[in-house]
């Protein structure tokens, strides 16, 4: 089955987890990229990206060269930011809203609580089939075989 991972991610772990989708299920990864990015630290980031939420915001992405009818799966993840997903996550659903397509969503955060961040995304994928949520507490932080042997077990039931 073709496979795509289509992330955000602004400190890595996102970026972690569509590595390991591609080593396990040989999915083809599309990072999403805000144009003209600020990559604040520490208290500034949150401020801001929580701001962001608060204000609805939707950045402008940076291109995507992409034709979704080649997959015939579609894992969409990236990290919860103030309970909701990502504001650039919810630039991609609302920019390029998918139709008829099986869909998986993953989600990073640090308390291993996403709060409404995939019901916000299955809003946003009315008329897909999701097929998979799954969470994911800061992977970085954790050993990579046990962050790689749960993709793999979460990869497999979505694919059989
Ligand atoms: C602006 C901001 C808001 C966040 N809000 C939450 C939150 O509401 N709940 C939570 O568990 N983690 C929250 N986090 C932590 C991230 O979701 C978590 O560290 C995630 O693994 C980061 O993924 P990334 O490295 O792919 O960016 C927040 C992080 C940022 C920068």
Redesign the pocket.
């Known amino acids: 089955m073709k496979t795509l991972a289509i992330y955000?991610?602004?400190?890595?772990?996102?970026?972690l987890i569509a590595d390991l989708l591609k080593l396990s299920a040989n999915a083809d990864t599309l990072r999403l990229e805000v144009e003209n990015a600020k990559h604040r630290k520490g208290f500034l980031?949150?401020f801001f990206?929580?701001w962001q939420?608060v204000l609805g915001k939707k950045p402008t992405l940076k291109p995507l060269t992409v034709n979704f009818d080649d997959y015939e799966l579609i894992i969409i993840g990236?990290?919860?930011?103030?309970?909701s997903p990502?504001p650039a996550l919810l630039s991609f659903l609302t920019k390029y809203p998918l139709q008829g397509k099986r869909v998986a969503l993953f989600c990073?955060?640090?308390?291993?609580?996403?709060?409404m961040a995939t019901e916000r995304m299955k809003a946003l994928l009315k008329g897909n089939v999701v097929e998979g949520e799954i969470v994911?507490q800061?992977?970085?932080n954790n050993d990579k075989n046990e962050v790689a042997k749960k993709v793999g077990a979460w990869i497999k039931e979505l694919v059989k």
């Open positions: 955000y991610s602004y400190n890595g772990n996102s970026a980031k949150y990206g929580g939420v990236g990290p919860v930011w103030a309970g990502a990073c955060c640090a308390s291993g609580n996403a709060g994911f800061n992977p970085l």
